[in-house]
């Protein structure tokens, strides 16, 4: 039960921080983030020689390749990790903004004012980039954060915690606002999720299972990102062009993505001049086409999809093609298997264009273009703590604001009700 | 296990219907408030029936006398809860109005527009009234809603809950938008609390040890409301009787609510000339004092605080009342014993009223005001479903806009990434 003593100490000290962090000028915010991209970049080879020993380990318990290049750090990395601090040092700050404000008829005045959330939990795997990500993110907003990485990377995550820790206390942020957990014991994020007194909110990143473990386990309110079974519904009317370089694109562009298309939906009246070419396009490109009945007849090397594949977040060179019979079947097919992350429709159809960003249900609804968008920097935020596929507080690509609460402040001179 | 039978068929029908309601028409909400609130009125006496039942039960249970109290309807309340869905049709429709928007540099155009949150959960205790309040907020904004209240009321409940479902049907919205837990079965608001495929959200309505069940078991998103443990900072510079009034509206006007005054910490510098007479005023009005030691020599009827008076919240004509050496004190006295509610300093002192508003964590700050305000009618909104004690989504009174998510309408003509 070590983890315990470890977790309530750095829960009791990143409370304390918070409190100071709530009320840190922007100045001494933006110097602190200037001094942890400098520090990184100083002290690359610190970084390099712990991540050897976690890519050695990795190795050696015989990980995937994918998963040893997501652990992987190098110099481009690093220097991607510095600029990425220096980005979130140029944003605004979401601090103190007033969001609303009223004077009632008493002379109560009432002004709605951005606070930070608190202390943020950060849940992760892998990707040693995330420590940097959500400590600065998180900082910028005024929050203290309680950081928990994958095992796999222990020792990269710890030389960088404490590197950007030590940046950030030089600077004039208050100690502690930075933390990692240290120990790599099982236990210690099952008894994050129950940390209602210390943590404010848990934003897991990373896998499905990771997502499902934290909402089913965490008492602590959280915010859900992540899977995408994104669909795009080629409309009887759409161009047919402008939909084949969309599927394309949103298939093929980062198939690993939560944005990228899993599911492309065809009007049954344009089926057979549409499908045929993009299908011819699509394998051409790599991707395996797992298609409805009618999906099979058009195209030779079309796989049947079982019922299963309407449901399957792929994140790889697969699609699952459906042809339907209308705009109702289509609105069906997503409000059933859709994960409420992006949808698209590609229309020249007003009403239709209309009713499909009303009626579905989603963070993202496009008309005529890739689901691909839907990232914190394509819609200009300058940042991303992820991509809120829940409906409280956050939804969709998550800024610096989504990272605040709010409190209201009001000025009176001796009203008593 | 019958009680997992009907919450799995009434959360899918709820979701069901969660759907038709996203994009019903601002007249046909407002139509069938009004109709609802008319049904109440005309079936009035079967409510009276229904509710007579329950108070039966629950004087051969042995209930209090508050809790009959707030069981009781009669024809003062049923017309209440009819005025109250007449204001909710008259407030203005949250959904569809766009917070947000932009144009691209790739053209793209972004909305950021109000939504349903879908469906929500409402967990509450004895007072029918919610029944009727939850209903009419939840359907305004376009929510299906899944109301379980206490057991006691249960007759109450299962009547009013037909007349005003009935009502909305009648004037065009769809079946299942309202929808009561019928089972008393305990088990089913645990198994409610793991509804995540069908509830968006869960606000809990009722005392401390309700919150702190729902908060701890639910994985659904909650939404906590209630416990105000509120202090009353009296400054050194304070106008006395601007003071000694707002103390005594926070304590006395009505102490069994969340926004009353719990503590008053009064600076050293003006105890002995501002508490004894404050005391004497609210001794004759019925409060019991428990004070500090300093406090216990300035007024012979004050009772010894224990640490547990710190951190209690009365409800109650008791009051708290510590003697603090400054600004700073009072200010780690409710950093540690405040539960985020509200707060109130009186003062003249430009540094020391921004100082507080700045560094208090609470909901609502007041400088020269009674912490009584915190209330969605005295703040404008026109409504509340509750005052959220919690930092994610809402903080603070909650109006219709809290009951609502946001979604990303996006419009383009062919752009890939």
Same mark, same amino acid.
């Given at each position: 039960?070590?983890? /315990? =003593?470890?977790?309530? *100490? &750095? !829960?009791?000290?990143?409370?304390?921080?918070? @409190?100071? $962090?709530? %009320?840190?000028?922007?100045?001494?915010?933006?110097?602190?983030?200037?001094?942890?991209?400098?520090?990184?970049?100083?002290?690359?080879?610190?970084?390099?020689?712990?991540?050897?020993?976690? /890519? =050695?380990?990795?190795? *050696? &318990? !015989?990980?995937?390749?994918?998963?040893?290049? @997501?652990? $992987?750090? %190098?110099?481009?990395?690093?220097?991607?990790?510095?600029?990425?601090?220096?980005?979130?040092?140029?944003?605004?700050?979401?601090?103190?903004?007033?969001?609303?404000?009223?004077?009632?008829?008493?002379?109560?005045?009432?002004?709605?004012?951005?606070?930070?959330?608190?202390?943020?939990?950060?849940?992760?795997?892998?990707?040693?980039?995330?420590?940097?990500?959500?400590?600065?993110?998180?900082?910028?907003?005024?929050?203290?954060?309680?950081?928990?990485?994958?095992?796999?990377?222990?020792?990269?995550?710890?030389?960088?915690?404490?590197?950007?820790?030590?940046?950030?206390?030089?600077?004039?942020?208050?100690?502690?606002?930075?933390?990692?957990?240290?120990?790599?014991?099982?236990?210690?994020?099952?008894?994050?999720?129950?940390?209602?007194?210390?943590?404010?909110?848990?934003?897991?990143?990373?896998?499905?299972?990771?997502?499902?473990?934290?909402?089913?386990?965490?008492?602590?309110?959280?915010?859900?990102?992540?899977?995408?079974?994104?669909?795009?519904?080629?409309?009887?009317?759409?161009?047919?062009?402008?939909?084949?370089?969309?599927?394309?694109?949103?298939?093929?562009?980062?198939?690993?993505?939560?944005?990228?298309?899993?599911?492309?939906?065809?009007?049954?009246?344009?089926?057979?001049?549409?499908?045929?070419?993009?299908?011819?396009?699509?394998?051409?490109?790599?991707?395996?086409?797992?298609?409805?009945?009618?999906?099979?007849?058009?195209?030779?090397?079309?796989?049947?999809?079982?019922?299963?594949?309407?449901?399957?977040?792929?994140?790889?060179?697969?699609?699952?093609?459906?042809?339907?019979?209308?705009?109702?079947?289509?609105?069906?097919?997503?409000?059933?298997?859709?994960?409420?992350?992006?949808?698209?429709?590609?229309?020249?159809?007003?009403?239709?264009?209309?009713?499909?960003?009303?009626?579905?249900?989603?963070?993202?609804?496009?008309?005529?273009?890739?689901?691909?968008?839907?990232?914190?920097?394509?819609?200009?935020?300058?940042?991303?703590?992820?991509?809120?596929?829940?409906?409280?507080?956050?939804?969709?690509?998550?800024?610096?604001?989504?990272?605040?609460?709010?409190?209201?402040?009001?000025?009176?001179?001796?009203?008593?009700?």
């Amino acid at each position: 039960m070590e983890y /315990l =003593a470890e977790l309530q *100490a &750095k !829960g009791e000290r990143a409370k304390q921080a918070a @409190r100071q $962090l709530a %009320n840190l000028g922007t100045d001494v915010k933006n110097r602190a983030l200037y001094k942890m991209a400098e520090a990184l970049e100083t002290e690359k080879e610190a970084i390099l020689a712990a991540n050897a020993i976690d /890519l =050695a380990a990795g190795k *050696a &318990k !015989g990980l995937s390749k994918a998963l040893i290049d @997501r652990l $992987l750090l %190098n110099e481009t990395r690093i220097a991607g990790m510095a600029e990425g601090l220096r980005q979130i040092a140029q944003l605004p700050d979401p601090v103190g903004e007033v969001i609303w404000g009223t004077r009632r008829p008493n002379g109560l005045e009432i002004r709605r004012v951005r606070v930070p959330l608190g202390v943020i939990g950060i849940i992760y795997e892998a990707r040693p980039n995330v420590t940097v990500d959500a400590a600065g993110l998180c900082l910028k907003a005024g929050n203290a954060v309680i950081l928990r990485g994958g095992s796999e990377a222990i020792n990269s995550n710890l030389c960088i915690s404490r590197i950007i820790a030590t940046a950030a206390v030089q600077a004039g942020v208050p100690e502690n606002a930075i933390q990692l957990i240290e120990t790599t014991d099982r236990q210690a994020v099952n008894a994050m999720l129950k940390m209602n007194r210390y943590l404010d909110v848990i934003i897991p990143r990373g896998g499905a299972g990771l997502i499902k473990t934290v909402v089913e386990n965490s008492t602590v309110p959280v915010i859900e990102t992540g899977t995408g079974v994104c669909h795009t519904y080629v409309d009887a009317s759409a161009d047919l062009a402008m939909a084949q370089a969309i599927a394309i694109n949103a298939k093929v562009s980062r198939p690993g993505v939560c944005n990228a298309m899993e599911t492309l939906l065809v009007h049954r009246a344009v089926a057979q001049e549409f499908l045929p070419p993009l299908l011819d396009k699509l394998i051409e490109a790599g991707v395996e086409i797992r298609g409805c009945e009618e999906t099979m007849k058009l195209h030779p090397a079309v796989k049947p999809a079982t019922e299963a594949d309407w449901a399957e977040e792929y994140l790889d060179l697969i699609l699952a093609v459906r042809v339907v019979a209308n705009i109702d079947e289509a609105l069906d097919h997503i409000a059933r298997y859709g994960t409420h992350h992006s949808e698209a429709i590609v229309t020249k159809d007003y009403n239709n264009a209309r009713r499909f960003q009303q009626e579905v249900d989603a963070a993202a609804v496009y008309v005529n273009a890739s689901t691909r968008f839907t990232d914190g920097f394509e819609f200009g935020f300058g940042a991303e703590i992820g991509i809120s596929t829940q409906k409280l507080h956050a939804r969709g690509p998550m800024g610096l604001s989504e990272l605040t609460s709010i409190k209201y402040v009001i000025n009176g001179n001796g009203q008593i009700r």
